[in-house]
């Protein structure tokens, strides 16, 4: 039954996004700490699949080329953030920097400008005081209900 490797690839992916998308009530305070030993054995594992694959000229032995290669940089990346930044603070999570508040932000933005594709900065530019305006009379009316 080959369904064993399929499994262990599943979790392994799934320890991977646990690991880079850590959450503040459990950050790593060190690089001794075991997430950080499993991302570096994790990036050894997949730089030598790809090299393997490489070699044998196997393809298909590999998932799709962009993945792996976001896998390798987005691991090497974070041990080496990690390392960074534990020098000069004592707790990271880094769950926090990923890109999806980027992206909600430009999707709020694309969604202001309607149908154009291509804004000026004109435009781009009021839709940002426009979304910063929204949020201030939210922040307003959230603090007027709660004093109530």
């Known amino acids: 039954m080959g ?3 399929t499994a262990d690839f599943v979790l392994m992916m799934e320890r991977w996004f646990n690991i880079v998308t850590c959450k503040i009530t459990y950050p790593n305070a060190s690089m001794d700490d075991e997430r950080i030993t499993w991302l570096r054995e994790f990036f050894a594992k997949i730089l030598a699949w790809k090299r393997d694959s490489e070699r044998r000229k196997e393809p ?4 799709a080329t962009p993945t792996m290669e976001g896998l390798i940089f987005t691991s090497n990346n974070m041990i080496g953030l990690w390392d960074r930044l534990l ?8 769950g926090t920097f990923t890109q999806d508040v980027l992206e909600a932000f430009f999707g709020n933005l694309r969604q202001l400008g309607r149908r154009c594709q291509n804004p000026d900065v004109s435009q781009v530019a009021y839709n940002i005081h426009h979304m910063t ?3 201030a009379l939210k922040r307003s009316a959230e603090a007027i209900i709660n004093n109530k």
């Open 87 to 94: 020098k000069e603070m004592p707790r990271i999570a880094l």
């Open 133 to 135: 305006q929204r949020r």
């Open 3 to 5: 369904y064993e490797g």
């Open 60 to 63: 298909k032995r590999m998932m």
